[in-house]
């Protein structure tokens, strides 16, 4: 059982691996040995994953895989993806090759603006707070100077402070909304520190506004801070190609396809059983890449879903038609990304994600991020209306039984060889690796 400790972020890293090793593994040293064994010997590297957060003790490794041959508006890209799941970047890069010779992956960016707030209560007269507000709203703007002053040289800055009564919500409750354009950093430290300048300068200002009476000079801060919902940083990808190209073997009927994939993509839209599995399959895609950018994935997931329901029931992100015998995939997807600050200039693989990537700004990064999202749900379409997910994904899942069992390289070689002809299950690998355990005895 454990035990509560007080100071334990003062603890050096071997006496916090001690006390979790003496508290929860009863001192086995093969706990300790796990933990160290995923130290990177280089120590300045070690030290730069140490202090990214608090209390770390070893390195949580994901694979990092490339999708190649993704043409995206006319360029070529090969697209980093950080995760777990055996079958998506093999499905990722089997979809680009597919779009590739159709023309490839056309990206637009909608809007590129954020929001964020300042939450108060003012017990008062809403025209005299009206008043104010737009008397204090240019010193509002002005105090934020030193924070905005850079972002402005590249082109960014506050766009808006408005104030909104949302007394019908809660009591006295009212709102600075601000939006804000921040180029290629995400801008979540951007955004908060204006907020929390304007949370200062509007409070003090308030004390000292005539107007008020004593109780309406005391407006009461709740929280500054910026919104992951971001419905206005906005991009579409999308591809397109005659019905008849849509097939790339003899096993599939273009036309079939087509009308089974509009089928699917129409059941995503209007039953939510089924848009939230379609969407977590996108997010396979778009988490992947935006891992691997160094990007805050938490972040794109609550504003994605959030976006997935602004209609008022949960809904898919992807459509589909045909017009004119010519068939239409696309995705609208809200993303707040970044390739300054943050881990961009930090995370050495990061970095060369980055580079990989031609170095782009956010809005190509917002494209490219789109696309690998629009391609893991054209990928997982495709296997779901023709040979059904389990055969792919239990073919990419065999690698994990293999390991599970600790197959040698060339059991792997001669089972992967097997199982080309066989229906992969836990259950035949087992048998297979076992025949072929008995055999080589
Ligand atoms: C699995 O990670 C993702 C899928 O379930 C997505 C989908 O059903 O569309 C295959």
């Known amino acids: 059982m454990g035990k509560p400790i007080s100071g334990f972020s003062k603890l050096s890293k071997s006496k916090k691996i001690d006390w979790i090793v003496d508290t929860y593994f009863a001192q086995n040293t093969n706990a300790k040995n796990i933990i160290k064994q995923y130290w990177n010997s280089n120590d300045k590297l070690q030290q730069l994953h140490d202090e990214f957060i608090e209390n770390t003790i070893t390195n949580y490794y994901l694979p990092l895989g490339v999708a190649p041959n993704f043409l995206i508006n006319g ?41 964020g707030q300042v939450h108060f209560m003012y017990s008062g007269d809403f025209e005299k707070l009206q008043h104010f507000f737009s008397q204090v709203k240019p010193k509002l703007i002005s105090d934020s100077k030193p924070i905005t002053k850079n972002m402005e040289k590249r082109g960014g800055g506050i766009l808006d402070i408005e104030l909104k009564d949302k007394t019908a919500d809660i009591p006295n409750y009212y709102q600075l909304h601000a939006t804000f354009e921040t180029q290629d950093a995400m801008g979540a430290n951007f955004i908060n520190s204006c907020l929390e300048q304007f949370a200062k300068t509007f409070k003090t200002e308030a004390k000292a506004y005539a107007d008020f009476s004593d109780a309406e000079k005391n407006i009461d801060i709740v929280m500054s801070i910026l919104s992951n919902y971001v419905p206005n940083c906005l991009v579409r990808a999308e591809v397109s190609c005659p019905v008849d190209d849509l097939s790339d073997d003899d096993k599939i009927n273009p036309r079939t396809f087509a009308k089974k994939f509009i089928q699917a993509v129409k059941i995503a839209e209007v039953e939510p059983y089924r848009s939230v599995t379609h969407n977590k399959g996108i997010m396979n895609g778009i988490d992947a890449v935006v891992l691997a950018t160094g990007n805050d994935f938490r972040a794109v997931e609550a504003g994605v879903h959030a976006y997935a329901s602004r209609n008022g029931q ?14 239409r995939f696309w995705i609208e997807i809200p993303l707040a990304l970044g390739t300054v600050g943050g881990l961009t200039g930090l995370h050495p693989l990061v970095k060369l994600s980055l580079e990989l990537l031609h170095k782009p700004s956010a809005k190509e990064l917002m494209g490219i991020v789109s696309v690998a999202g629009l391609a893991q ?43 080309k002809t066989q229906t992969v299950s836990h259950s035949a690998v087992v048998d297979a690796l076992n025949i072929l355990r008995r055999v080589e005895k």
């Not at 949960?314 to 068939?327: G, P, Q, R, V």
């Open 75 to 115: 360029k070529l890209h090969t697209i980093p993806m950080a995760i777990e799941e055996s079958s998506v970047v093999a499905a990722a890069s089997k979809a680009a090759k597919f779009w590739l010779d159709r023309g490839g992956f056309k990206t637009t960016i909608i809007s590129t603006t954020k929001i």
């Open 314 to 327: 949960y809904s898919s992100l992807t459509h589909a038609s045909i017009e004119n015998d010519i068939f």
């Open 377 to 419: 749900n054209f990928g997982a379409l495709r296997s779901l209306i023709t040979t059904g997910i389990q055969e792919g994904h239990m073919k990419m899942h065999l690698m994990n039984i293999l390991n599970q069992f600790e197959a040698t390289n060339s059991e792997k070689e001669q089972l992967i060889e097997h199982f």
